[in-house]
């Protein structure tokens, strides 16, 4: 059944990974975790970093949405760093286990704000978290201590370059959620 183009979407503003650094921090994972990550880990093809999560978007939105990003100065390319794990709400108690940055922090937070201008301006309510740039590793219900996982990770020496910002559209249902690139917006 073809989709109607007008129908809603489920979308996300996110920073893709290079195929190089999945390999690497999986390479990375599968070594010092041996005995598997906890939870129900993200399938490596779906790493990204998000900038804004806007769920349910109507065609009206997401027009709104592509010409404020369109319109936007989205910066140069630049680097980020990868480092250790860390978990929310906190690893005594982590829902999610992610993936910190050390490097790059302040890009991604400009593009984040840029990301939530454009939710704004297409009439999404404010995000109420503050952003945490992350790579969300897994999701753990119910939530358990990961303490001992997140202390024996040593952080990982890794940069990426950051070329552009995407649009993703979330396809669930049938297993682990598939995304599916909307809009590229290469950064100068």
Known sequence: MKDNPDSPKRLFVGVPLAEGARWTIDE????????GIPGRPVPTANWHLTLRFLGTTRADQLAAIVQHLRAADLGAAFDVGFGGLGAFSRPRSARVLWMGLTEGVD???????IAEDAARAAGFAPEEKAFKPHLTISRIQPPRNVTAEIERVPPLELRMRVEEVVIFRSHLGGGPARYEVIERFGLS
């Not at 599968?30 to 005995?35: A, D, G, K, V």
Request: no cysteine; aromatic share 0%; proline share 7%.
């Open 28 to 35: 990375h994972l599968r070594r010092t975790m041996p005995e």
């Open 107 to 113: 890009r991604l937070q400009a593009l984040a704000r």
